[in-house]
């Protein structure tokens, strides 16, 4: 699952969703925080409690701007890695009983460095087995947070009257919140 949302506090959201990977027995592969709004984090939860994760993921947040779910088939990928390690332990059986009937010492050397490049090998596929083992057993979330916009007022000074052809100027001041980097502003006439 790949969110992006809208959080109020982007440093607590991040605690609260450590949280919920912790309380569902899953974990927090990482997270990161840009700035006071700006953050990610990646988490793994069990699969079968997937669909709890996101709703107390969607209890968290002010507004999700998009949510993809995605899914991989990987049985093929995990017969044919089972399959090939079972060749390669039959292989080296078959070594190993080559290697009892050796004669020479250039035969048992060339019989042991093949049955350690297999080894090699071998831990290679279980670990791969394993990966897609711990895949298929937890979900991977996504979630990137922004903390959502929030209203600045500004002193704009007192109410003016003016005329139609007449110059008139604006100014107004306001001091932005700690760490506010980007505003904007918007001009209210009243007139629509």
Known sequence: IDMNVEVSDVRTSIEQMKEIASTLNGWVVVWKLDSMHNGFISLRVP???????????????????????????????????????????????ALLKLLDKAETIEQTLQIQKTLMVMKEDSEQLMGKIKHIEQSAAFSLINITMIKS??????????DQRVSINKPVQFRAAFKPPKGVENFSFTWDFGDG
């Open 149 to 158: 916009p929030t209203k600045m007022f500004a002193d704009s000074g007192p």
């Open 47 to 93: 699969t079968d409690r997937l669909d709890n994760a996101i709703q107390q993921i969607h209890g968290l947040v002010l507004t999700i701007q998009s949510e993809k779910s995605t899914s991989e088939d990987i049985t093929d990928n995990y017969i044919d890695l089972q399959g090939r390690l079972t060749n390669l332990k039959a292989t080296e059986s």
